[in-house]
């Protein structure tokens, strides 16, 4: 499925420092059959070949996608809330995070023209440094080069 424009536009472009930020809710399953929600940034989501990319650090949330391959990404921008719906086809590790080339399973675009506010946080150096923003780039950039050259087969899918 391709991914819509206006969602490509909201995950791509990496975190701005000094900027607020939108803090993405993605959801996992966790064993006992439960949500498990983890936020992720823009430093940790990107957009390639119609594939979603997301970088985990949460051990948690890694299990879950290993165990289930399956993801569900909220994202908010003016009066449209989408929800996504993605399952793991490829994957990459690097120390202690989890890279997850993602194909989208379901999108639905919701919206009542009411404004809307995503959660949201400041973009400092300080954070950068703590989820190891430079890590999550290069774990984005081996998975869109694999996007790219749709050699899935390199990369070790989970789930």
Partial sequence: ???PEDLASILQGGAVLDSEEQAFVFLTVDAAGFPHPALLSRAELGVSNDRVLAVVASVRT?????RDGRAGLVAVEGTVAH???LRVVSSVEDAGVLGGCFELI???RDSLAIPLAPITFRATQDIARLERWELSARVLDALGEASAGRDESTSSAIG
Avoid: G, T
């Fill in 83 to 85: 929800y996504a719906k």
């Fill in 1 to 3: 499925m391709k991914i």
């Fill in 62 to 66: 890694q299990n879950n996608l290993r």
């Fill in 106 to 108: 379901e999108h639905k």
